[in-house]
């Protein structure tokens, strides 16, 4: 058997030596477009995170049978064309879980506890010349007896949920498919969650219902010293809308994903004025080593029940 993985980089230093058992592995850290035909047209199988196959590309190889996706989402491969070809298509999904909760919690207390400032504040001397033991000018909340408002009650948000209960927050969610019913807390409108809520975390993913689901005249009702953190997909918040509300009111945003990644230099999120308003990671919170541990063993046993 012959297998390829396409975008063995985005796994990291993570141990692809399972996937030896199988036969030949080919393994490249990136594949471009115009890469892609070549390399999987002689395999059995493609392991692929965020490489396209279309088709097109689908129809010249004669050996495919399995795409398996290292990753939840599935909408780098045409699965209406791989199905009709006779080609198996295989994800994997809640490995990532816990680390995008931790995550969230993360840029949370990084914004919530102006991090940026402090951290600055002591290195440049600033605290070493006050002549005071603290420093108190940035003040920080506790979460205790905050709203917690979530979009995409699935499984992270309701991970997320958990934890932020345990912190005394009170949760409220807004279902994004208008299905998601869960007795535990209080469903409302989007409107009322984003006028009301204090700390606002986005766990949904990217389709019709969600496409620019944020836009400016939505983030304008959020609250005066609201936190906002998408750790969904990118186009879910309008990137133009939150550059301006940074720069033109209290709102502090947190982001881990972006509508075109990696971040264009040119984007004009790098040029806001507030930058203590704003904190972005690099689509890193489903990338703690144990989460692409639990991934890469999904894969290998996505291989292992295909043959």
Known sequence: MKIVLLDAITFGDTN?????????????????????LARIQ?????????????????????????????????NNVDLES?????????????YSTDSVIQHTFSMLFYLMGSSRYYDESVRDGTYSHSGVFTDVSRPFF?????????????EIGRGVA????CFGSNVCYYSTSGKNNNAEYESVTLELLLSSCDIITIHAPLNNQTNNL???????????????????????????????????????????????EPLPSESPLLGVKNKERLY???HIAWTSVEARDELIAGVIKNIAESF
């Open 162 to 165: 958990k934890v932020a209960s």
């Open 214 to 260: 944020l836009d400016y005249k939505q983030l304008s009702l959020c609250k005066e010293g609201a936190i906002v953190l998408n750790l969904g997909r990118g186009g879910i918040i309008n990137e133009n809308a939150v550059t301006k509300l940074v720069d033109e009111k209290n709102i502090y945003f947190g982001l881990d994903v972006f509508a075109k």
């Open 142 to 154: 506790e979460l205790k007896g905050k709203k917690w408002g979530i979009i995409g009650l699935g």
């Open 280 to 282: 972005m990671t690099p």
């Open 82 to 94: 791989a199905k009709e070809l006779g080609i198996a298509v295989k994800n994997v999904s809640g």
């Open 16 to 36: 692809l030596s399972g996937l030896d058992r199988f036969g030949e592995v080919k393994v490249y850290d990136k594949t471009t477009t115009d890469q892609t």
């Open 42 to 74: 002689d395999t059995d199988v493609v392991v692929t995170n965020k490489v396209v196959i279309t088709k097109e590309m689908m129809q010249k190889c004669k050996n495919l049978k399995l795409i398996c996706i290292a990753a939840t989402g599935m």
